[in-house]
């Protein structure tokens, strides 16, 4: 089994954080991909996330078959995009990671969870069958 692919949106992930993200998945790490989700905000967002997601050079059968946690764009409009876009390139939600902040001086940040958001919709759209159901 292929490990996991991460795609980082942020700030290059430490040794430690890497490590965190290892035993919160129990599966090693076999690439990370940062990038720089800079936008122009007098271009299209739309745009600039398909060429964003573009230069990773995945076949569509990588995108949907290989492992990947997803460190988000902190930006709202932009991390909304980029779930749109790669719903549609994976046919479902990825696993994202929280990160939150130590106590230490200088700030560090360390890996808080894993979050499977197709469970989370998955588990939202029970809910609402049986609501409708009932």
Known sequence: MPGLWILNFSHPLTPEQKKQ???LTGQRISKVIDLKCQF???QPFVDQMRALLDQIEL???QWQTLPIV???PSFAPIACLFLAELHGRVGHFPAIMRLRPTSDVPPQFEVAEIINLQ?????ARER?????AS
Not at 119 to 123: E, F, L, W
Not at 128 to 132: A, D, F, H
């Open 21 to 23: 993200i290892r035993a």
């Open 70 to 72: 997803v460190n988000p």
């Open 40 to 42: 122009d905000p007098q």
């Open 128 to 132: 609402r069958m049986k609501e409708t």
């Open 119 to 123: 469970q989370v919709r998955d588990q």
């Open 59 to 61: 076949t569509y059968e």
